[in-house]
């Protein structure tokens, strides 16, 4: 079965400061890797995905996340957040023989303050 | 533009009163599904049907059903709405069970009173 972990439930930072997310899943076979957004009262939103090919994959919002498969890996990243990057974000798994079931980390609440 | 909308977006019922979310998208996806997230926690897959072939997760209750009478429509039934199943009901599509980004909508807020 896979897992998604995402040990912090919230980070707060200050505007215009780097953040980084961070995300770790289990899996016995290959997966898909996703970054979600959702703003208050929203749907979820695809911020970036990982397929194959480069390790580094830049998404929607200035966000960019690094695959590590040795340490089974995806943190998103964003070097300067501003105030409307306050959201809630979800990793995503999907076995790439099932792909269509995503499985949710917890969620990272991201607080920007000014 | 091409999007999932859901109707309505809060929804309030009586405990055992039956309720019908409702999902409809523009994309023309073949592949809906239907997600509860429960307060500040991750959306969990319920089900969802390919064109019109339904797929049950094996530990979604008896108590939800869905209904795809086309394309464009998707519907989660809950027969006798409890306490425990007020949540945000989050629908969302995808081309098909192979390409993997989902859209999702806006969300449908249950309260069970």
């Known amino acids: 079965a896979q897992s998604v972990t995402q040990l912090d439930s919230q980070v707060p930072v200050f505007e215009e400061a780097p953040v980084e997310l961070r995300c770790n899943y289990s899996?016995?076979?290959?997966?898909?890797l996703f970054w979600y957004v959702q703003y208050p009262n929203q749907g979820l939103q695809l911020l970036l995905k990982y397929l194959s090919g480069s390790t580094l994959v830049k998404g929607i919002n200035g966000f960019e996340a690094e695959f590590n498969k040795s340490q089974t890996s995806f943190h998103l990243r964003k070097p300067s957040v501003h105030i409307s990057d306050t959201a809630e974000y979800f990793c995503a798994v999907s076995r790439m023989d099932s792909s269509y079931k995503l499985i949710f980390g917890s969620g990272t609440r991201l607080l920007v303050r000014p | 533009d091409a999007m999932v909308i859901q109707n309505p977006r809060y929804q309030v019922t009586q405990f055992g009163k039956p309720v019908t979310l409702s999902c409809s998208q523009t994309?023309?996806?073949?592949?809906m599904y239907w997600y509860q997230q429960k307060s500040s926690q991750a959306p969990k897959l319920l089900f969802h049907y390919y064109d019109k072939d339904f797929n049950n997760e094996a530990d979604t209750p008896d108590n939800f059903q869905s209904r795809r009478p086309n394309t464009s429509f998707c519907f989660l039934d809950i027969r006798s709405p409890g306490l425990g199943d007020a949540a945000m009901y989050l629908c969302?599509?995808?081309?098909?069970?192979?390409?993997?980004?989902?859209?999702f909508g806006p969300g449908t807020r249950l309260t069970v009173l």
């Open positions: 994309l023309n996806h073949n592949v």
């Open positions: 969302a599509t995808s081309m098909s069970r192979t390409y993997n980004e989902q859209f």
């Open positions: 899996s016995s076979v290959s997966v898909y």
